[in-house]
């Protein structure tokens, strides 16, 4: 069995590698450090590793990347590659944020078609989505980053459906953790209210609801708990709720 994963370098991309290759997957590792990369790779052993040097946030790197692999058989593709910002939408940069709905929502959008076109043709074959619990709602002080999570989390549950629908034995998850104990908290400049979950436990929970078919994957009973209580919580309500979780600018 083989897996890719994007944004492979650290954080849950780094932890999935690390679980899927104590299954015995071989990896492809795609990310943009490739000091990084060499670095999980070398943690990991007893199976076949490669990395590629890719920027998924391109359509043109995206492309290249299937072009390269679209022949190595590969049984799963993990769409981890992401990142976030905090700050008003009225003073948020907007070129970063452009960037983050390429690398958030058009890599993922540009890789699962691609694959799922080889995938359906085998019958065979997993996607995992990397959402976020902020799929679920709007996120004030992250309102690009909730919006591309959003997109994502929608998108999968729609190709979901669709596979069911023709019997095409495929199966796409969508990974919809709280916040996670992992760079993404440096990199989008935002300490959340609430404590992250432990990215190895939530890359093996991860990996092992994805391989059993699970559509929706959400990680931690705080989390599970929050999700069913928001579907009675009024709009207005949640959206005082979320600027309060994430108010803490680093």
């Avoid at 993990?78 to 960037?99: H, M, P, S, V, Y």
């Avoid at 997993?126 to 004030?140: D, E, H, K, Q, T």
Wanted: hydrophobic fraction near 40%; include cysteine.
């Amino acid at each position: 069995m083989k897996a890719l994963i994007t944004g492979a370098s650290s954080g849950l991309g780094k932890d999935m590698a690390l679980v899927l290759g104590k299954k015995g997957w071989d990896l492809i590792l795609v990310a943009r450090r490739a000091d990084r990369l060499e670095n999980v790779k070398n943690q990991i052993n007893n199976v076949n590793v490669q990395c590629i040097i890719a920027d998924v946030s391109k359509t043109e790197e995206c492309e290249k990347l299937y072009e390269r692999t679209k022949d190595e058989n590969v049984d799963m593709i993990i769409n981890n590659a992401g990142f976030g910002d905090c700050g008003k939408f009225l003073e948020t940069d907007l070129e970063r944020e452009l960037n983050m709905i390429d690398t958030n929502i058009k890599a993922v959008h540009i890789l699962t078609k691609l694959f799922l076109h080889d995938f359906a043709q085998r019958n065979s074959g997993y996607i995992l989505n990397v959402a976020s619990s902020a799929g679920f709602m709007a996120g004030p002080l992250m309102a690009t980053y909730y919006a591309t999570k959003n997109y994502v989390l929608r998108l999968t549950e729609a190709i979901y459906q669709e596979l069911r629908q023709d019997k095409i034995n495929v199966h796409i998850s969508a990974l919809c953790p709280g916040p996670v104990e992992t760079e993404f908290n440096q990199v989008a400049s935002v300490k959340f209210a609430i404590k992250g979950l432990d990215s190895c436990q939530v890359a093996e929970y991860a990996i092992e609801q994805a391989l059993k078919g699970k559509l929706i994957i959400v990680p931690g009973t705080a989390m599970k708990f929050a999700k069913f209580g928001g579907r009675f919580m009024p709009d207005k309500a949640m959206l005082r709720m979320c600027y309060k979780i994430q108010y803490h600018k680093v």
